[in-house]
């Protein structure tokens, strides 16, 4: 497994991000993407202001993480 943030330094401090899990599915995997959590999530996760921030080719160079979601950063 591959980590992305040292630890301290991860958006998980600032309390507005969260790491999103389903039954059936390793936790922290790209194996989520398959799920229909996920599926739901990027149906409707944009209505209660949360977004994917990692997602492949992220502007922040961090790998591709479908299981953590966050507020939106306002404009
Ligand atoms: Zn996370």
Not at 5 to 20: F, I, M, N, W
Not at 21 to 33: I, K, N, S, Y
Request: proline share 11%.
């Amino acid at each position: 497994m591959k980590v992305n943030t040292p630890p301290g330094y991860s958006e998980h401090h600032t309390g507005r991000a969260v790491d999103l899990a389903t039954p059936g599915c390793p936790p922290l995997t790209e194996e989520f993407e398959t799920t229909a959590a996920f599926a739901w999530l990027v149906r409707h996760a944009h209505r209660f202001g949360f977004t994917m921030r990692y997602p492949r080719g992220n502007r922040f160079g961090i790998a591709y993480e479908p299981w953590h979601w966050a507020v939106q950063e306002p404009e």
